[in-house]
């Protein structure tokens, strides 16, 4: 009976309404948050585990390949399976998957158990975001774009955190203090019970008060529709693959070319992916004002000269 007192008071009264809700909104900002701070936990830790292990950079980089396979290659399928088969509950098991990783990690001796580690800390993440983006949807009450920013702003923030707590905690005390961060996820899985509570009444409420679907925009080809979407697919990955190779490597970088010390270095990382979530932010506005599609491609294309002059400047242009 206690066990269960416990678990009413985890999961709340959720209670239902047509407008935006503005706790659960938070609530999976606050999600995203802590995953995404979970997650950019494992590229500021390069430089600790090269230094262990005596690392190649090619060994780093399928560590990164592994991660990023199962954190993000896998989030169409499980994303495709939580749409036919919406799990409530999926989010916490998903948080479960990246406490366990985490663990692993923290006191993996052999490249192999990390490969392992990183693996199963990515499947946590790919379980996580298609789940949470469908809540965010769902309580936005018609307020997407403010949804969306609310949530995305949380995981670039935990992104940008991340190497500023690998600097103050895991440098000073080692691979093992990585299991510290066992507390974040644990903390994130409880806070996502109570997500998935009120998905569940959500789903039960969607069913017995039905909504009119929005029409198809018919005026458009399909050809037109799947030439943009292709578009869009590869400007998102170019995005993400010279991101992640920033993100992967430029402590290194740092560390070879300008002698800084690994603790500078993961502050150097931090302002980079600090940045990154004030881009975030400013993108929504100048995105409403000027237009999404201008503002997609100025990100893309207006980076382009900044990566390339980056292996030719000093450290202070860097």
């Known amino acids: 009976m206690k066990l269960k007192s416990i678990s009413n008071k985890i999961k709340g009264n959720p209670t239902m309404t047509e407008g935006t809700v503005y706790s659960i909104l938070v609530i999976c900002g606050i999600s995203h948050f802590l995953n995404d701070m979970i997650q950019s936990i494992i590229p500021s830790i390069y430089p600790i585990l090269k230094d262990k292990f005596d690392f190649s950079f090619a060994q780093i980089g399928l560590i990164t390949l592994v991660f990023q396979m199962t954190s993000s290659i896998l989030q169409p399928f499980t994303g495709l399976y939580a749409d036919k088969h919406p799990r409530p509950y999926a989010l916490s098991v998903g948080m479960c998957f990246t406490l366990i990783g985490l663990l692993v990690l923290a006191f993996a001796e052999y490249y192999w158990a990390i490969l392992i580690a990183v693996s199963v800390v990515g499947f946590g993440s790919s379980v996580f975001h298609p789940t949470a983006s469908r809540v965010t949807q769902l309580a936005s009450g018609g307020k997407k774009s403010l949804a969306q920013s609310i949530f995305q702003v949380g995981g670039n923030g935990g992104s940008a955190l991340g190497p500023l707590l690998a600097a103050l905690i895991v440098l000073p005390y080692g691979q093992h203090s990585i299991s510290w961060f066992a507390i974040a996820a644990l903390l994130a899985a409880l806070i996502m019970v109570r997500l998935g509570a009120w998905y569940k009444a959500k789903l039960q409420y969607v069913v017995k008060h039905p909504q009119k679907t929005v029409g198809l925009n018919n005026n458009i080809s399909k050809r037109a529709k799947y ?92």
């Open 227 to 318: 030439g943009a979407l292709a578009i869009l697919i590869l400007l998102v990955f170019s995005k993400y693959f010279y991101t992640s190779c920033i993100t992967s490597y430029f402590t290194f970088f740092l560390i070879d070319k300008f002698g800084v010390s690994v603790k500078a270095s993961q502050l150097f990382l931090f302002v980079f992916l600090a940045a990154f979530a004030i881009g975030t932010v400013a993108g929504g506005m100048l995105g409403d004002k000027f237009g999404r599609k201008y503002v997609i491609w100025f990100s893309i294309l207006g980076a382009a000269p900044f990566a390339l002059a980056m292996p030719y400047v000093n450290l202070t242009w860097v």
